[in-house]
């Protein structure tokens, strides 16, 4: 089957000349349709670099990326904004990435209205994504603030489905709310990738929960991939030092296993800088 996003030799650089700043050294990966691709790494790692090349938010200097068959990584301007029928993007933060000003009918119509449907088949595709997401119709005559961080969530993911994209960007979707909020949040993308087909590049630091949702896990480290295969594998018993630190470092609930990870972690801090640098 052809890769629904086939990304291969991806370089950026951040600024120009003396100052400037490589943050993807030639990344290659790619995702099928309706897969779910794990993005891990430390703070700074390129995580969210990798996603803003995609969705043409940074600047690529090398390398091609391609959706469908079709190289999108120049692409601008009216075929970029066309390009968000296919690509989404749901971000970390509930309360900044929705517009306080609107209520929530207005920020999911909004991005119907450049594809030319009538208002009457927008307000019904609105109502059928706030079903989707287990909010109420009434939710509608709403402004953000009058919702919790999960639910804000909820209407950030509706709007991201709203025009039926094949792949969203999920950048560290779940890691401002609180533990439950997250199991029942993620719970949600599981459902919504069953139901529509939707691939997903999902980043988090969390090993945990990419455990969860994710098909395969990529590790990056310092704008390289390291490791990519399946999520049980990656996450449980990587390869590579460095993946196997970030397992490390995830904390778990057994406070003496959890001081044994933290020795092992210790001990493989020169690992990395030996054998990746
Ligand atoms: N607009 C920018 N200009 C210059 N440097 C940038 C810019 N955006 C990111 N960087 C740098 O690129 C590197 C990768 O940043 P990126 O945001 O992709 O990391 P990340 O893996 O998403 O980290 P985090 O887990 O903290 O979100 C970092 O060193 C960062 O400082
Ligand atoms: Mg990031």
């Not at 990304?7 to 099928?32: C, N």
Request: contains cysteine; aromatic residues 4%.
């Amino acid at each position: 089957m052809t890769a629904l996003l086939d990304v291969s030799d991806l370089v950026v650089d951040y600024g120009r000349g003396r100052t400037a700043f490589r943050a993807l050294h030639g990344v290659s990966l790619d995702i099928a349709p309706g897969e779910c691709l794990g993005l891990v790494g430390e703070s700074g790692s390129g995580k969210s670099t990798l996603g803003k090349a995609i969705l043409g938010l940074a600047p690529v200097t090398g390398g091609r990326i391609q959706f469908d068959g079709r190289e999108i990584s120049g692409v601008s301007g009216r075929a970029r904004r066309a390009l968000a029928d296919d690509i989404q993007v749901v971000f970390q933060d509930p309360y900044g990435s929705l517009n306080p000003a609107m209520t929530i009918g207005d920020i999911l119509v909004e991005p119907l209205l450049t594809s030319g449907i009538s208002a009457g088949a927008a307000a019904t595709r609105v109502r059928e994504m706030l079903d989707r997401v287990r909010l109420p119709s009434t939710a509608m005559e709403r402004y953000p603030s009058e919702f919790s961080g999960g639910q804000r969530q909820r209407i950030a993911i509706a709007r991201a489905l709203v025009r039926g994209p094949r792949l969203i960007v999920c950048d560290e979707p779940v890691s401002a709310l609180d533990l439950t909020t997250q199991a029942t949040i993620l719970d949600l993308f599981i459902e919504l990738q069953r139901e529509t087909g939707v691939a997903y590049l999902f980043v988090s630091h969390d090993l945990g929960v990419v455990r969860r949702v994710c098909h395969r896990v990529a590790v990056m480290y310092r704008g390289e991939l390291v490791e990519v295969g399946e999520g049980e594998q990656v996450t449980r018993s990587p390869q590579h030092p460095y993946s196997e630190r970030l397992r490390l470092a995830s904390p778990v609930a057994d406070p003496v296993a959890q001081r044994e990870r933290r020795t092992q972690w210790l001990a493989l801090r020169e690992v990395r800088d030996a054998v990746v640098r």
